[in-house]
């Protein structure tokens, strides 16, 4: 064989071994060129800017507060013999309480009857005495100064009668007030005193009765932002809710949501002078219990309708590197670009948008880390739910 025939043998077979290689490096070229393109348009969450009424809600700081507070104390004083109910239960306006010693009480009624029947015993014989005088100075048998005497005494006894059955009710009052009875309906709390404690009228604290149904919830809000309502609502920029149709909920201090709207009572004619506060309270049904005085709760109340506000969700709002909130808005050739906004109180997620959006904007949500500002992407339609589906299955079981 000669050396130029070998030599173009040994071509061929290289040509042959390296085709393959040739054709599988142009197949991946291809493949990572595709995907190189998918990578260049990635998918991306949006949301449509809309315009629609949304009531403008306030969260603010309150505690709870009974709506009645009576603090027990006795109408007599004495000793304790008795007590008659038990601590932490519910009570009833007139449910006996205590019971002091009644003994001199009775003692007291005892002496009080016999004064009275001493005193209509001696206005009997004034009666009977003046009906004789008078019976005699019609004769002219008895002087007229005898005869005035005679009607004076008579009054005077029956002056006496009706003292004596004053004491007689005065008596029989403190007996029943030697029995303690419930004020007010609510929950009576700790036993202040026991069995054979002294007990000094109006003085010694008996128990304390609080009214937890319905119950209060005592709340505060700045001045300013009451003026700036007010301004709103001349500019015509919010629209008012009447008085009786404001609702007023409980935000507890676990994050949970009170399930009973309240209503809003009154807002204090007053400004306090070392918060700048203004102090509102609302009315809550409490049926369970489950408000107690002295909780720490947020009180979310309506204060006004925006007829055509616009709102994103939390999570589509940026900062920039001013510190300035901005969000990625998609234009008609599909490229995302930062928009300056200005931005309202957030309610349920979603952050009221005063300027810088309009209806129609098409505003990124989800995949932010996919582009930066001018690139092309994939817009796709977000919900939170579809956001859920997505976290899901990527999530790891503990």
């Known amino acids: 064989m000669s050396r130029s025939r070998a030599v173009l043998i040994s071509s061929a077979l ?5 085709a393959p290689l040739l054709a599988g490096c142009n197949e991946a070229t291809q493949a990572q060129a595709s995907a190189n393109e998918q990578a260049v348009v990635p998918d991306v969450g949006i949301v449509t800017v809309e315009q629609k009424p949304r009531a403008i809600v306030r969260e603010l700081p309150g505690r709870i507060a009974p ?3 009576s603090d027990v104390r006795p109408r007599v004083s004495g000793i304790v013999v008795e007590r008659l109910f038990r601590q932490g239960s ?8 205590y019971r002091i010693d009644p003994k001199p009480f009775e003692v007291e009624i005892m002496s009080g009857r016999a004064a009275l029947a001493k005193a209509e ?3 009997e014989r004034a009666v009977q005495q003046a009906r004789r005088i008078n019976l005699l100075f019609k004769e002219r048998a008895a002087p007229e100064v005898e005869h005035e005497k005679a009607i004076a005494s008579e009054r005077e006894a029956a002056a006496d009668v009706e003292a004596r059955k004053a004491d007689l009710a005065r008596a029989q009052l403190n007996l029943d007030y030697a029995t303690v009875r419930a004020p007010i309906d609510g929950i009576v709390g700790a036993a202040q005193v026991s069995e054979g404690a002294i007990a000094v009228q109006n003085e010694t604290s008996l128990a304390t009765i609080q009214q937890l149904d319905p119950i209060y919830a005592d709340f505060t809000q700045s001045v300013s932002e009451l003026n700036r309502l007010r301004r709103a609502f001349e500019s015509g920029d919010l629209d008012q809710i009447a008085p009786d149709a404001i609702k007023v909920r409980l935000v507890l201090d676990d994050g949970t949501s009170y399930s009973i709207p309240g ?12 918060t700048g506060q203004v102090t509102l309270r609302g009315e809550f049904a409490n049926p369970k219990r489950e408000l107690l005085p002295g909780m720490y709760v947020r009180v979310r109340i309506e204060q006004g309708i925006d007829s055509d506000s616009v709102a994103v969700p939390q999570q589509a709002v940026q900062r ?8 990625y808005v998609i234009r008609e050739d599909n490229r995302a670009i930062a928009r300056p906004i200005r931005t309202g109180p957030i309610q349920d997620g979603l952050v009221l948008v005063t300027d810088g959006l309009r209806a129609g904007d098409r505003v990124v949500v989800d995949g932010f880390q996919k582009f930066a500002a001018g ?3 994939a817009p796709q339609a977000w919900t939170e739910a579809s956001a859920a589906a997505q976290i899901e299955p990527n999530a790891t079981p503990r």
Do not use: I, W
Request: hydrophobic content about 50%; glycine content about 8%; proline content about 2%.
């Open 320 to 327: 920039n590197a001013a510190g300035g909130s901005e969000v």
């Open 14 to 18: 290289m040509l042959a071994v390296a």
């Open 90 to 97: 519910e009570v009833r306006a007139g449910d006996p309480l």
């Open 67 to 69: 709506t009645r507070v």
């Open 375 to 377: 690139d092309k992407v």
């Open 121 to 123: 015993a001696v206005h």
């Open 263 to 274: 209503k809003l009572l009154f807002s204090d004619a007053k400004v306090d002078a070392a």
